[in-house]
């Protein structure tokens, strides 16, 4: 069924096809679960979340209706389960306005689910050959925590977390910009709005 469309296997579904739904599962889990990983940084719940997306497909088959790209509607699956996780986790409303923005402006950014995985990569590859104490402080302000929080864990001054993070953007908009050269300023503006929310 490799020849297939996704229009294809979906009416295929439709028609309780299990070697259609089968076909979509392997194409789509890998980059649902990668999404869904990249903004919750647990990897059980990412598959949770998922695998319900995938028995919740299977389950409403007959009356499913796709109104766009099956990779879009998957994309926005994952975005609502996200959300809907961190609602049941009864994390602030203030956590949950930023989580929601965050995943909007890189849906709004990146033109598909390809270039929003592959940001994230060249992100973690920039991030993991950089200075120990700049990759914490990168991460920790990517978990929201404030610049005062960071310099009281990091047991350095607030300025010195400042001087990191412009060293930060420093070394990824020399990256952005030698790989995304066409996107540079879109994907540079994402990384403004982790690091100076």
């Known amino acids: 069924m490799k020849n297939y469309t996704d229009t294809d296997l979906l009416l295929l579904i439709k028609g309780n096809s299990h070697s259609a739904f089968n076909e979509l599962f392997d194409r789509y889990w890998q980059k649902a679960y990668q999404k869904a990983f990249a903004r919750l940084d647990d990897s059980t719940?990412?598959?949770?979340?998922?695998?319900?997306?995938?028995?919740?497909?299977?389950?409403?088959?007959?009356?499913?209706?796709?109104?766009?790209?099956?990779?879009?509607?998957?994309?926005?699956?994952?975005?609502?389960?996200?959300?809907?996780?961190?609602?049941?986790?009864?994390?602030?409303?203030?956590?949950?306005?930023?989580?929601?923005?965050?995943?909007?402006?890189?849906?709004?950014?990146?033109?598909?689910?390809?270039?929003?995985?592959?940001?994230?990569?060249?992100?973690?590859?920039?991030i993991s050959v950089m200075p120990e104490m700049l990759q914490q402080v990168y991460l920790l302000r990517a978990e929201n925590l404030p610049i005062k929080d960071i310099a009281g864990q990091l047991g350095i001054a607030d300025q010195t977390v400042k001087n990191y993070m412009g060293e930060v953007l420093r070394r990824l908009r020399i990256v952005i910009k030698e790989?995304?050269?066409?996107?540079?300023?879109?994907?540079?503006?994402?990384?403004?709005a982790i690091l100076y929310k």
């Open 179 to 192: 790989k995304y050269p066409e996107k540079n300023l879109t994907y540079l503006a994402l990384i403004l």
């Open 45 to 126: 719940v990412a598959q949770d979340i998922v695998q319900e997306i995938f028995i919740n497909l299977w389950q409403r088959r007959v009356n499913l209706d796709v109104h766009t790209s099956f990779e879009n509607y998957l994309y926005s699956s994952v975005r609502l389960k996200v959300i809907s996780y961190f609602r049941s986790q009864k994390v602030t409303t203030l956590q949950l306005q930023d989580a929601f923005e965050r995943m909007t402006l890189l849906e709004t950014a990146t033109e598909s689910l390809t270039d929003y995985i592959e940001l994230e990569r060249i992100l973690e590859v920039a």
